[in-house]
């Protein structure tokens, strides 16, 4: 009994490394169809995609997994498996169940709309017209609310939000979300109105000062030399590319992320390589012999958020790490710089500005771009609210929320691509994000009081040593709230992000 | 019945193009490979293209693929099918029993065995020691003969070495090598004799002048533009990178070739960049209604080289190219090529010497290269010679065809990564691409004679088109030797390549 248990278990995890497999060399064809695909490609590319796609489905939800889950969830408790093996199994259970309830004809009809939302949604917004987006939306909502019906039942979440939400934060609740959030929307609130009464005027011509693509790339080498991301040396395990949009992928030894280099805006490829270089230190730093198990990944959107925004926000954003970084910038960017005094540099980098979009808001502002999106997404699933509603329900939370007029609905419901493309449940991930970050931080000040010391003189190894072995080496062993309970000895709570910021902010506005 | 039929036939082609889309995206990971991954990577990249195979080996070997063929087989004397959908069924059935008739047991200890061998052979090049080389390289040569001696089943071929021949060039056999390859010898050497005796010395040193990456990128790009192959536009199917060693891969709109840029040779990434380019025009002009189909792809690896020749040597070495070329290679050199006379270049990139090493041989003595790797190869699966004995006849050949004396076996039978791979076969190919484009280029005179004072103006369209309408767009539709029959109305010839060749250099070296 015992070997046949260990037996199953071993072909399980082959079955996992055989999904992780493709599903990684699918990243690096994504990775190759955003930076270097030539034009005339991108289809062949799509069918190329989309078959591994199917590949790795037909591994996943092969009856086969099944009676292997079946047979060792039988012996388990009479079983010696540790927790780590425990573990394993249970996240392939949930793996299998949720993607094997899903009728595979569902499946390729939601990729299929998402392809076509997501071209008409360009249109739509290049038009400036949400006429044109709204009956793809409306369907792309319709096949996403037959989904999650489906998986609400295989999850046993209370309501069908909720069993979206999971799939990016495994566990969380809309319920959950709502309390955290008007916590959060509190506090960023009032830092905001501390912020608007404060006579401090951050100047930001300082980062929309000429600096040429080429010292921008210094300028990154010189951030990711500082976080130890190695992408130049014969034991390199990374590389840095030009896209866009930045963005980061990879698997352990294979990371990739890229920048976009603004020649008025340094400061926005400095931010994004911190940001992505967070992400994939993440990645990989997970442990060896974890790799191709299910326990060797992330636990989550929202802990992965916590780990790039602490990387660029909590570190990169701190007076200590600009005050070492601001000579090595002087250093490197013909003379742009010169004359630039740290205060008003510090003060430029963290300036706060309610404003209509979202992925170009500052710390305070960002959580609130959030909260809109987080509760629309809840009133639609819960049928509060329409595919007809939407313009004037978010046009009204950012004049609330924000104070903002929007004049037209591509910079209002219409700016971001997650609906679109079906990411329902996606958006609260990046404000947890910044909550977990900020309890990681109170528990990190304690363990390692020195550590600002330390950034200021360009060593970032005890951050990074505690971020690793506090969250990166506990890689998929925990839900989030658990892990979040075992890093901290704390439930989620919003007090040390908004403690955080309104610190950070009184120093800066002088409040 | 006929719906029934048809209806196979199309299941049996949805199989063909998921096994080519996942080739292809296979040939994209392994060109990541080549020229992005940073280099911890490979390991994680070895697991990912390993499981490819594997899944492209599953797809292809399903009883269910010999029932379709089976069905469609039984009905095709009374169907309607055209030719070129009895050629798709023909290929298909070769591809199906040809893998899966080799135990997989086999197929996995030869790719296991290859990744040895080739490991040690770098290990025996590096150390120039035979003898480390020499127990892997008997053990990929045990297995080759099992693998042959099943394939010779499969195909009916007369004896084994034919059964590899096959696998690069099919239908063709040793003894047809052997009877064409005695006359290209003789042409060859004939040509030798005479390019001896003659005073013509070119001076080499045209082609040594120091020229930078930067200069000679531009001129990439100059052979590129020339050829009409766009790697810049946004309608764009092709990319050019660079790695130590040049080569092309892709697939119909995402072609990717690679050169090296050496600062002392800027002859060497000219000519791999026209060679390359040759390979990648053939792949690109395939049928586009052809696509995802068995036809839709290269006869050949002798058709291909073939192609990458032409373009490379009967074009590319041309007076007239040449003559087109070397005003704008002054251009773009930054004054490095100030003062060369035309016929001094022309003899400069013409020049015939023997040579011990055959990627640095010129177009006489290259075909003397291969005839000798293909008597050692038919000898070894003939029995006839022993993996002891294979460096005494290695340097007795090169002595006897070439004159040169070999001092060792690195650079002697240890040169070539081939036969550690376990490619035996393969090398045949490249002198067949030579003969068949002897005869591609005499049908060409005739149905294009202008075509080298158009080349002389910089337009190779006219050379472009014809070996898009005679070659490129017959794909698979022929084996080689039927290919050369539709295309020249003749059989497989020495004469019309060796008269090329003496005619090139009876002008160049006066004689």
Redesign the interface.
């Known amino acids: 009994m015992s070997s046949k248990i260990s037996e199953s278990y071993d072909q399980l995890m082959a079955r996992y490394k055989?999904l992780t497999?493709?599903r990684?060399?699918s990243g690096?064809?994504n990775w190759?169809l955003e930076t270097?695909?030539?034009?005339?490609?991108v289809?062949?590319?799509s069918?190329?995609l989309a078959?591994?796609d199917v590949?790795a489905h037909r591994e996943l939800v092969d009856p086969k997994v099944n009676e292997l889950l079946g047979s060792i969830e039988k012996g388990l408790s009479k079983s010696k498996f540790d927790d780590v093996q425990k573990r394993n199994v249970q996240l392939m259970r949930k793996y299998y169940d949720e993607e094997a309830r899903i009728p595979d004809e569902l499946v390729s009809e939601m990729s299929r709309q998402a392809a076509i939302t997501v071209n008409v949604w360009k249109k739509a917004k290049a038009a400036k017209d949400y006429s044109i987006f709204k009956p793809d939306l409306q369907k792309t909502i319709e096949l996403k609310k037959r989904a999650a019906g489906i998986l609400m039942d295989v999850k046993g979440t209370k309501n069908e939000y909720d069993a979206l939400l999971d799939a990016f934060e495994p566990g969380m609740t809309a319920a959950k979300v709502t309390e955290v959030f008007d916590g959060m929307r509190n506090g960023l609130m009032a830092i905001m109105k501390k912020i608007e009464s404060s006579d401090v005027k951050p100047d930001t011509s300082i980062i929309t000062k000429r600096v040429s693509v080429e010292d921008q790339k210094k300028i990154s080498l010189m951030v990711m030399d500082f976080l130890g991301f190695d992408?130049t040396s014969?034991?390199?395990?990374?590389?840095l590319d030009e896209t866009e949009h930045p963005f980061s992928t990879g698997?352990?030894?294979?990371?990739r992320i890229t920048t976009h280099y603004h020649v008025n805006n340094f400061a926005s490829s400095m931010f994004s390589v911190l940001h992505e270089t967070g992400h994939s230190i993440y990645e990989g730093y997970q442990r060896q012999d974890w790799k191709y198990l299910p326990v060797g990944a992330a636990a989550s959107y929202g802990i992965h958020e916590s780990q790039s925004r602490f990387v660029e926000n909590i570190v990169g954003r701190s007076p200590e790490f600009l005050g070492y970084a601001l000579p090595n910038l002087k250093k490197v960017t013909s003379g742009a710089l010169k004359g630039v005094r740290l205060d008003d540099f510090i003060a430029a980098v963290n300036k706060v500005a309610p404003s209509k979009i979202r992925i170009e808001a500052d710390e305070v502002t960002y959580g609130l771009h959030i909260i809109i999106r987080f509760e629309m997404e809840r009133d639609i699933f819960a049928g509060k609210l329409s595919v007809d509603e939407l313009p004037q329900a978010w046009n009204e939370r950012y004049e609330r929320y924000l104070g903002v007029k929007i004049k037209n609905d591509s910079e209002g419901v219409m700016q971001d691509t997650h609906w679109a493309g079906g990411s329902f449940g996606y958006f609260p991930s990046y404000a947890l994000g910044n909550l977990y970050g900020g309890m990681f931080l109170q528990k990190m000040n304690k363990d390692v009081p020195d550590w600002k010391d330390s950034v200021s003189k360009g060593n970032f190894m005890p951050v990074k040593m505690w971020l690793r072995d506090n969250i990166h080496m506990k890689g998929n062993m925990y839900d989030p709230a658990d892990l979040i309970k075992v890093v901290t000895g704390k439930k989620l709570d919003v007090k040390p992000f908004i403690s955080y910021l309104d610190e950070k902010m009184g120093v800066i506005y002088d409040y």
Chains 1, 2 share one sequence.
Do not use: C, H, N
């Open positions: 055989q497999v493709i990684v060399a690096i064809l190759d270097k695909i030539p034009p005339k490609g289809e062949q590319r069918e190329q078959l591994l590949i992408t014969p034991e390199s395990g990374a590389r698997y352990y030894d294979d990371l």
